[in-house]
């Protein structure tokens, strides 16, 4: 019988995994949250592993020592990046799946977290108000394995019992961390270079829409799914959740009411022929009705707190840290 929750983060160096790791350690105190990724991160305050997950030993060694009951598996190689090497993104992004699930049936693992993306999404689905059951016809091969992750995590709920969880993010926007390899990752860069009083290149059209969220909303989203009660989760692929559509320009007319002189250049590459396939839009009725989904920031908000947290950490001497750019 397991007694205290005991949480393990696979990617906790990552954009989303390392704001998650912060909060999952304020929620089941920071003895009871296992931070991993494959390097060591010094800003963890906590316990951390080094796991490679492609490593099925290794993360059955970990679930072991520290008796876990809850895995969140954050780590996957990007839209972006991913299309570099099709094959290694694809053999990455789904081994370290399957050891996860494996891990988690054979050592009767409470609730696996599996994040999967609106880049499932592409030709022939509606492109506004896209609803969960959309027709998943992925561009990227980073869409491809989250559709395939999907019903995998189904697979497995329904032929073993576990219980796997999942959303389909949106793009993320925060100032606590750096994204890496995306095709939303515009979105942060341009709070950067607006404050850092610098010029920005965006590799997307200006009037491209996409549906994004605030990085606060996405680890609410993912907290409050994982703890809702099991038998409201009627989703067993991935739910989708909407935070806020927006543009680039729009991005930029926000800025411009806090940095009026904000200089952009739209000068698209290959990503916009991957955001130009995804949803502008998406419809997130079941999880407001299963779970009581709702986001709290929209772009003026979001574009309010990322200026104001920017300036503080720029003022504390952050380094200017580029986007992992192409
Ligand atoms: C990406 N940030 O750009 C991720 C996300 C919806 C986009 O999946 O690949």
């Known amino acids: 019988m397991k007694m205290d929750t005991k949480v393990l ?23 009871n949250v296992v931070a991993s990724d494959l390097k060591e991160n010094d800003n963890q305050k906590g316990i951390f592993e080094i796991i490679d997950a492609t490593d099925r030993n290794r993360i059955q060694e970990i679930v072991e020592r520290y008796n876990i009951t809850q895995i969140y598996h954050l780590a996957a190689i990007l839209s972006a990046k991913g ?12 081994k370290t799946l399957f050891n996860v699930l494996e891990v988690s049936r054979n050592n009767n693992i409470d609730k696996v977290f599996f994040p999967s993306s609106i880049a499932v999404f592409g030709e022939g689905a509606p492109l506004e108000n896209t609803p969960d059951d959309a027709y998943l016809n992925p561009a990227t091969v980073y869409g491809i ?93 991935s739910y989708n959740i909407a935070g806020i559509s927006f543009s680039p320009e729009e991005v930029v007319t926000e800025i411009r009411k806090l940095y009026p002189d904000f200089k952009v250049n739209y000068k698209p590459d290959f990503r916009q022929e991957i955001a130009s396939r995804w949803p502008s ?25 990322m200026v104001q947290k920017l300036q503080e950490k720029y003022k504390k001497g952050m380094p200017n840290k580029e986007i992992l750019t192409f």
Request: net charge negative.
């Open 83 to 94: 299309e570099e090497t099709p094959l290694a993104t694809w053999d990455i992004n789904m």
């Open 9 to 31: 983060v696979i990617g906790a160096n990552g954009q989303l995994g390392s704001v998650l790791t912060k909060e999952l350690r304020k929620k089941y105190t920071i003895e």
């Open 145 to 237: 394995s989250k559709a395939a992750g999907e019903n995998w995590a189904q697979y497995y709920f329904m032929r073993y019992g576990l219980d796997v969880r999942s959303i389909r993010y949106p793009g993320v926007v925060g100032y606590q961390s750096m994204p890496g390899g995306g095709t939303t990752d515009y979105a942060v860069d341009i709070y950067h270079k607006a404050v850092l009083k610098e010029e920005f290149n965006c590799f997307l059209k200006e009037d491209v829409t996409l549906p994004m969220i605030f990085m606060d909303d996405a680890i609410r989203a993912t907290i409050e799914l994982m703890e809702a009660p099991k038998e409201s989760i009627t989703v067993r692929t």
């Open 281 to 305: 839009s998406i419809d997130d009725a079941s999880a407001i009705k299963d779970w009581g989904w709702q986001p709290e920031f929209n772009l003026k908000a979001i574009t309010e707190i």
